[in-house]
């Protein structure tokens, strides 16, 4: 993909310094036009980037040419590198001098392990800096001209992994149902590909089958896929449209014009081949 709504950079910037610097940028859900300046300018900076693995190539190719680049993917599924080793990679360059930027999809702190990592370097003595990036589930659902709040429809919004780390007891989706239906929330759902059909049954103790659902794959990309259904139909919606990972899903009254539209667009589809 070649995207680049920006010139490329010319120059490596500033010589590192004895001591270096870290600063974990959020890239955003993959449109390169949904960085912020402040990314933009510390990706140019960098002279050494650690890159995620659902980070556009298009935002890769904003670095300085001289920079360094080291892809160290982290996917559930997937062959991943270590955290450890990330860790780790990431003190030794800044300790020799790299201006370093740990590239992130959508947003460090938010199911990004940013929180973690920033730990990890303070207890090193080293100071971290973090830009924010617009995270995948405000994008998925702004993708479709959705909100996820509305003074009508939904007076919150939970953003909750469907990924639960090892060892962990997981998210427990019947609680979540249960408050979100009382409070009126919409959920978020990240990484819950693998484990939708437990998410479903789990959320069907608590919502209503007929509460509107979008599943968002690739959101702001141009081969984003999207599907409107039901709680009820979730998991079958999703295996009829083959819509795997990266996948956001969004649950909640929020999206009940869409899905007004959805069943009046099919009503007028049988209509046609009616006639």
């Given at each position: 993909?070649?995207?680049?709504?920006?010139?490329?950079?010319?120059q490596r910037?500033t010589?590192?310094?004895?001591?270096?610097?870290?600063?974990?940028?959020?890239?955003?859900?993959?449109?390169?036009?949904?960085l912020t300046?402040?990314?933009?300018?510390?990706?140019?900076?960098?002279?050494f980037?650690?890159?995620?693995?659902?980070?556009?190539?298009?935002?890769v190719?904003?670095?300085?040419?001289t920079?360094?680049?080291?892809?160290v993917?982290?996917?559930?599924g997937?062959?991943?590198?270590?955290?450890a080793?990330?860790?780790?990679l990431?003190?030794?360059a800044?300790r020799?001098?790299?201006?370093?930027?740990?590239?992130?999809?959508?947003?460090p702190?938010?199911?990004?392990?940013?929180?973690?990592e920033?730990?990890?370097?303070?207890?090193a003595?080293?100071?971290?800096?973090?830009?924010?990036?617009?995270?995948?589930?405000?994008?998925?659902a702004t993708?479709l001209?959705v909100?996820?709040?509305?003074?009508?429809?939904?007076?919150?919004?939970?953003?909750?992994?469907?990924?639960?780390?090892y060892?962990?007891?997981?998210?427990?989706?019947k609680?979540?149902a249960?408050?979100?239906?009382?409070a009126?929330?919409?959920?978020?759902?990240?990484?819950g590909?693998?484990?939708?059909?437990h998410?479903?049954?789990?959320l069907?103790?608590?919502?209503?089958g007929?509460?509107?659902?979008?599943?968002?794959?690739?959101?702001?990309?141009?081969?984003?896929r999207?599907?409107?259904?039901?709680?009820?139909?979730?998991?079958?919606?999703?295996?009829?449209?083959?819509?795997g990972?990266?996948?956001?899903?969004?649950?909640?009254?929020?999206l009940?014009?869409?899905?007004?539209?959805?069943?009046?667009?099919q009503?007028?589809?049988?209509?046609?081949?009616a006639?």
């Open positions: 993909m070649n995207r680049n709504p920006f010139p490329p950079a010319n910037g010589a590192p310094s004895a001591s270096g610097s870290c600063t974990l940028v959020g890239a955003g859900p993959g449109d390169p036009e949904l300046i402040k990314a933009l300018k510390a990706i140019r900076a960098a002279t980037l650690l890159v995620d693995d659902l980070v556009n190539p298009a935002i190719a904003l670095a300085a040419p920079a360094r680049i080291v892809h993917g982290k996917r559930g997937c062959k991943s590198t270590p955290q080793f990330i860790e780790k990431t003190i030794t800044v020799e001098g790299e201006t370093v930027v740990r590239l992130k999809g959508g947003d702190f938010v199911f990004g392990r940013g929180g973690e920033m730990a990890h370097l303070q207890a003595g080293i100071r971290v800096n973090v830009v924010n990036g617009i995270t995948a589930g405000l994008a998925a993708s001209g909100p996820l709040t509305h003074r009508d429809h939904a007076h919150g919004v939970v953003f909750v992994t469907g990924h639960a780390g060892g962990a007891s997981g998210t427990d989706w609680t979540l249960a408050t979100a239906r009382s009126k929330l919409t959920l978020v759902i990240y990484m590909v693998s484990q939708v059909a998410i479903q049954s789990e069907l103790t608590g919502l209503p007929d509460t509107p659902v979008a599943v968002i794959q690739h959101a702001s990309l141009p081969q984003q999207q599907a409107i259904c039901t709680l009820a139909e979730l998991q079958q919606t999703m295996a009829r449209e083959q819509l990972s990266p996948s956001v899903i969004v649950v909640g009254d929020v009940q014009g869409i899905a007004a539209a959805q069943v009046s667009n009503a007028m589809a049988r209509a046609a081949g006639a």
